[in-house]
């Protein structure tokens, strides 16, 4: 582990009767760094510090790459997600898989990954609704529903029931009504989530959409629809299904305790 002075500090309180044992403990869990070939240091005290588990970034790195910090993240006995995978990506972590026998759970729609050696644990008492306003929307609330999942949370979906056709919405609501809160992904013009933070009691996260074309196009007229909405929402970056999916994660799992 790369030096770290918050580590020693924290031996100091220890030491001077200041801190537990099992703080201590969780404390320097939570500042752990696993380096990986001198390419990747691994957040892997972030679960502990922040509730929040580190994602692996396919994008932008190759498929050895994804493979190698993939296979060191399981050693130290995680659920390993790996996010916007690319065919290649895949393949490679196939392979790994097979060659040492780990759990993949590829989620296609997402192009997410979850590498293990142990089955997702049932989840908590915290529910998540994801809706989307189109089909098109579905990858990026499955990436979002990913992540609420691996956080312990229950996930309900209902995809499909945007403004464009609004009596489809009222229904899918209904199945949701016991939710702790919303995940609302819309492109073009982002109608949606304002729209169910109208209807509903309950904390309401926009996610606009890279969907749509011509005149502020590729998500940014639902960015912006978003921000300026009457209703009451709070709203992540564009295609941000991560954010959007661990922000909710936290916010049911504190619900859910009550």
């Known amino acids: 582990m790369p030096s770290n002075h918050r580590i020693k500090e924290v031996l100091s309180l220890f030491k ?6 099992e703080d201590t403990i969780r404390e320097v869990a939570g500042l752990r760094i696993d380096t990986v070939a001198g390419m990747a240091n ?3 005290g972030r679960g502990v510090r922040c509730g929040i588990p580190e994602v692996i970034l396919a994008e932008g790195k190759n498929p050895l790459q994804v493979s190698e910090i993939s296979a060191r993240a399981v050693e130290s006995g995680r659920r390993v997600i790996v996010s916007r995978l690319s065919p ?15 759990i993949l759970e590829s989620h296609e729609l997402a192009a997410m990954a979850v590498i293990s050696t142990t089955p997702l644990p049932d989840p908590g008492k ?3 609704a ?3 306003a189109g089909t098109s929307d579905i990858r990026v609330a499955e990436e979002a529903r990913v992540i609420a999942s691996e956080m312990g949370c ?10 464009a056709g609004i009596h489809r919405l009222f229904p899918a609501l209904k199945e949701c009504l016991d939710a702790h809160v919303f995940v609302v992904a819309a492109g073009r013009e982002g109608t949606l989530p304002g729209v169910v933070a109208g209807l509903v009691d309950r904390p309401v996260i926009g996610v606009p959409v890279s969907t749509g074309y011509g005149y502020m196009g590729g998500g940014n007229a639902a960015l912006a ?7 009451v929402i709070a709203v992540v970056n564009i295609d941000a299904g991560f954010v959007a999916g661990a922000f909710a994660a936290q916010v049911a799992s ?3 305790r009550t």
Not at 16 to 21: A, N, S, V
Not at 88 to 102: F, G, M, W
Not at 154 to 163: I, L, N, P
């Open 88 to 102: 290649d990506h895949l393949a490679a972590l196939e392979d790994l898989c097979s060659s040492r026998n780990y």
């Open 42 to 44: 691994l957040d892997a």
């Open 16 to 21: 001077e009767g200041r801190l537990t044992l």
């Open 225 to 231: 629809s978003m921000l300026q909405s009457c209703s």
């Open 130 to 132: 994801i809706i989307t």
């Open 126 to 128: 915290g529910i998540v």
């Open 154 to 163: 229950r996930v309900k979906t209902a995809y499909d029931v945007g403004a």
């Open 254 to 256: 504190m619900a859910g």
